[in-house]
């Protein structure tokens, strides 16, 4: 899958087809609306910059989760963000129905968050998640039933 002959379009066919689901992973990951926000531009920018040569769509999928996660890491770890005080989200006007397993979730550490994220809510498997990630299997294994062992001391999961 080489670049487009019309980027423009392709980045605004792959901006409404993944837009909603890097803000979702960029959201677990932060914890902070508009820094998801600024995130997920950020990867599509990065896209339309580089357009790497994709194997196939999903290559082009695991590419963006993989991007997303990174910048989430850079974002983190800026100098504003170790100096800066977030505001309370109730002070912006903004009012969000968080149910117990997202407030649980949200609550794990952001590794923890990110394998739950990729397994319960997206669907990968352990080798497909250790290759976004860039672990090994086992070690996303063990990290997924430590986080599913905090899950369930915080709420009742039946099926976890």
Not at 67 to 75: A, F, G, M, P, S
Not at 106 to 130: F, H, M
Request: neutral net charge; charged residues 30%.
């Amino acid at each position: 899958m080489n670049k487009p002959d019309n980027p423009d379009d392709a980045l605004q066919r792959l901006v409404g087809d993944y837009a909603d689901m890097l803000f979702r992973i960029a959201l677990v990951q932060l914890k902070n609306w508009h820094d998801a926000e600024d995130v997920v531009q950020r990867v599509f920018i990065e896209l339309y910059e580089t357009w790497p040569d994709f194997a196939s769509e999903e290559h082009r999928k695991a590419w963006l989760i993989r991007v997303t996660i990174h910048r989430c890491k850079d974002c983190q770890k800026s100098a504003w963000k170790q100096r800066s005080v977030p505001l309370n989200e109730d002070v912006l006007g903004i009012d969000f129905e968080i149910s117990d397993i997202t407030r649980a979730v949200l609550k794990l550490s952001a590794k923890d968050r990110q394998v739950i994220l990729l397994q319960a809510y997206l669907g990968y498997t352990i080798r497909e998640i250790a290759a976004i990630t860039g672990q090994t299997p086992p070690a996303v294994a063990t990290r997924l039933h430590r986080a599913r062992k905090k899950l369930k001391r915080d709420i009742d999961f039946p099926d976890l």
